[in-house]
């Protein structure tokens, strides 16, 4: 007869104390691989650190993102008053002029909570910063786990109404990418370098957007009968299809709006002048 202390008498909804806990195998050895594990979480946060950093400096910088006729995707759209006058650019100044920060700060806040509760970004720094695991077959080193059922974790559950605010985010990114096709007298029909930055980053912006799972779930989910449902199914492949690549689009995306955000950074503060194809 099992006793009050055999681990086969515990109760199944007794929750375990970890990877050492009395319903896991005893196993010494913290992990049995012998590859560099270690590798890939490190460069996941070195690269998320990285552009923590870059994104921080620039968002508060309020300063340097418009050079005619190209504007950060970090400052667009500018909902402030002390915002820098953009021709024919999103100048929505529904903060009035008691916002005296960075204008950069009032939108950030949607695209960053997208990627901040981003399903794939949430593996990427639980692993990377929190070690929460820090690889696979690898021994997180918390003795308690929680998931996210608690505050702030719980909070990861808002994802899709972030997915919500970053889709027009993106379409207003698209029109800004549109506005780049003039030169810096507003005429229409030029192209430039910072033309095609701007669509290598809107382009990537799109795919890591409707790449999301909650995008997936949105357009197929909840159909119990997908022949039933035609359109929505051939856009479930889609996504789908997109979906398979999120990881790296999550990636590229990322460094794609750092980079055009530097770009015309350079432009603004002077550093050369926009290579114009025609």
């Not at 910088?61 to 650019?89: Q, R």
Request: charged share 15%; net charge positive.
């Amino acid at each position: 007869m099992a006793t009050g202390t055999d681990p086969a008498a515990r109760s199944p909804r007794t929750p375990g104390t970890g990877v050492r806990g009395a319903s896991r195998a005893a196993i010494s050895a913290r992990h049995l691989r012998t590859d560099r594990w270690w590798l890939s979480p490190a460069l996941t946060a070195a690269g998320l650190f990285a552009f923590v950093v870059y994104s921080t400096w620039r968002a508060f910088a309020n300063g340097d993102y418009y050079a005619a006729p190209y504007v950060s995707p970090f400052y667009s759209p500018c909902l402030a008053e002390n915002c820098i006058p953009m021709k024919g650019g999103p100048n929505w100044e529904i903060f009035g002029s008691w916002w005296g920060l960075s204008p950069a700060l009032l939108i950030l806040i949607f695209p960053l909570g997208f990627r901040l509760t981003c399903y794939y970004y949430r593996k990427a720094y639980y692993r990377g910063f929190w070690a929460s695991p820090p690889a696979c077959a690898v021994a997180e080193p918390h003795k308690k786990y929680s998931g996210e059922t608690r505050f702030p974790l719980v909070l990861q559950n808002i994802h899709r109404y972030f997915f919500y605010a970053a889709v027009p985010v993106a379409g207003i990114l698209t029109y800004d990418t549109a506005l780049a096709f003039r030169d810096e007298n507003y005429e229409w029909g030029h192209m430039g370098l910072g033309t095609l930055v701007l669509l290598v980053n809107i382009a990537l912006i799109w795919a890591y957007t409707l790449s999301c799972h909650s995008c997936r779930h949105i357009v197929g989910g909840r159909l119990k009968h997908f022949s039933k449902h035609p359109v929505r199914y051939r856009l479930w492949g889609w996504v789908g299809r997109l979906n398979d690549r999120h990881m790296h689009l999550a990636w590229a995306s990322l460094i794609s709006v750092a980079a055009s955000d530097f770009y015309v950074y350079l432009l603004a503060s002077g550093a050369f002048e926009d290579p114009r194809f025609f």
